[in-house]
C-alpha cells in the first residue's frame, strides 16, 4: 500500500505570545474603527437615530474589541446615548455632561505635555 504524504497546509507559528500589543490593530479591528467613526457621523447628522447609531458603533467595538476613541466619548452622553451634551472645562479635567439624563463624567485632560 502507497501512502501518498498529504502536504499538509503549516499554520503561521510565529504567534507573538506575550506581548499584547494594544495599539496594533487587526485588519478588522481597523474595520471597526472605521465603522465607529462612520456611524458617528450619521448619527451627528440625523437627530432621529442617533442613539441607534451610537449604540450599534458601541456594540461594534465591543464585538472587535476596540475602544471607541476618547475624541468621540467626549461627544456624546454613555448612559443614553444622547449627543445633546455640555462640555465645560475645569482644569485638568472637561466636564461633560448630558443634557438629557444629567449624566456627568470628566475626562482628564493631562495626558498630552
Ligand atoms: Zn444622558
Avoid: D, H, W
Amino acid at each position: 500500500m502507497m501512502i501518498k504524504e498529504k502536504k499538509q497546509k503549516k499554520e503561521p507559528e510565529n504567534k507573538t505570545a506575550g506581548t499584547r500589543g494594544e495599539k496594533k490593530l487587526k485588519g478588522n479591528q481597523k474595520i471597526a474603527l472605521e465603522r465607529i467613526y462612520r456611524l458617528f457621523e450619521l448619527a451627528q447628522g440625523n437627530e432621529e437615530y442617533s442613539k441607534r447609531y451610537l449604540q450599534l458603533a458601541k456594540r461594534i467595538g465591543e464585538k472587535c474589541r476596540v475602544s471607541v476613541p476618547k475624541e468621540l466619548k467626549e461627544k456624546y452622553c454613555k448612559k443614553c446615548f444622547s449627543l445633546k451634551i455640555t462640555q465645560k472645562k475645569e482644569e485638568p479635567f472637561l466636564v461633560v455632561k448630558c443634557n438629557e439624563c444629567g449624566f456627568t463624567k470628566k475626562f482628564g485632560v493631562l495626558e498630552k505635555k
